[in-house]
Each structure stands twice: as C-alpha cells, then as structure tokens.
C-alpha cells in the first residue's frame, strides 16, 4: 500500500502542477481563469494522499498526521467545489446562489465533525460525503457546461476532451466519494473500502 500511495498522490501532484503551469495568461475563456483552483486541488490532495502513506511508514507519528491529513483532504475539496462552482455560475447567472455552496458546505463539515454522534472520529468520511462528492459532481457539470462553450466556438475535440474528463469525475465521485473507511452507519457501513476490496481483490486507490 505504500507503493499504491505514493503513485497515487504523485498522480494528483502531477496533474496539479501541470494545470498551473499551462500558459493560461492570453485565453479568452472563463474556464482559464479557475483551473488554478483544480491545479490547487491537484497538488493538496496529492500531499493528503503523501501523508497517509507516511501514515503506514511512521505509526507512531499516526495521530498527528492523521489530522494534518484531515485539514489537506478538506482543503483539497474545498477548492474542487469552489472550481464547480465559479464555472457553474460563470454560465448559469441565475444559479449565483450556489457561490455560498463551497463555505456553507465546509462549515456543515466542521459543525458534523464536531457535534456530530462519533463525527470527531470520522472526518475523512464526512469530508467525502460532503466535500468530495458535492465537489466531483459540480465539477462534472461545470465541465460539461464548458464543453458547450467551446462546441459553439467550433473546437468539437476540446468539447470532447471536456465530457471525457467530466465522466472521469462522475465516476472519481463514486470511487473518492461515496466509496470511504469503513462505520457503523449507512452508507459507510456498505461502501468502503474493505467490501470494495473484498469484491474485486484490489484497493479501490487503484
């Protein structure tokens, strides 16, 4: 599992640095200017992903990794859903509402984690339910959206290259966001990462 982390964090990393350094600087689209927050996303949860590796090398460092973990994996969605969201709007004005989605959703993760019946114990699995899959799938329709925008401008393989990516995010909201550690409550109880392993014989990292 070390070796599966620290590929998969590098996956995110990667994908992180090179959105930020794409030139964006002259594009006339909206999309350019937010993709800094999916770069950001990228690059946070590769290091979320980095630490729960040093988590299975360094056990007796466990407890305060775990929640520095806990504030990189929030962070990271937090930028995902602010990324869904600013396109979102950018093209459906009326939908201006949902700019107060990305904090009201971060605060209800807070006040879960904290007041919460067992929430202190389970903050990864409420930032995913909350965070991460809200985040995926506003990503996923924003993406969609823009797709729009350029098929208009007559750049049908961008357009494509967007749906793909949009799919990509469906299916990451169901793997990353729906699929968590395992609890004592539904859906947890159900979707996690042990039955996900039991079922198909891989970690769900893979």
């Not at 599992?1 to 794409?22: D, N, T």
């Amino acid at each position: 599992m070390v070796i599966i982390f620290f590929i998969y964090g590098l996956a995110f990393f990667i994908l992180g640095v090179s959105i930020l350094i794409y030139p964006k600087k002259d594009s006339a689209f909206m999309l350019s200017r937010t993709l800094w927050l999916l770069g950001l996303y990228g690059i946070i949860h590769g290091i979320n992903e980095w630490i729960d590796m040093f988590i299975l090398l360094y056990r007796k460092y466990a407890f305060p990794l775990h929640f520095i973990g806990m504030f990189f994996l929030s962070v990271s969605f937090l930028c995902l859903v602010k990324f869904g969201v600013r396109n979102i709007v950018s093209i459906k004005k009326r939908c201006l509402v949902l700019s107060y989605l990305p904090w009201a959703l971060f605060i209800l993760w807070l006040l879960l984690v904290y007041f919460g019946p067992d929430g202190f114990f389970y903050p990864e699995i409420w930032a995913r339910y909350l965070l991460g899959t809200s985040g995926m799938c506003l990503t996923a329709y924003a993406l969609i959206l823009q797709a729009g925008i350029f098929k208009k401008e007559k750049l049908a393989l961008v357009a494509l290259n967007l749906k793909v990516a949009a799919s990509a995010f469906l299916l990451y909201g169901f793997f990353g966001g729906i699929i968590v550690p395992k609890a004592g409550f539904f859906p947890a109880a159900v979707f996690n990462f042990d039955s996900f392993r039991n079922i198909t014989g891989i970690p769900v990292q893979i």
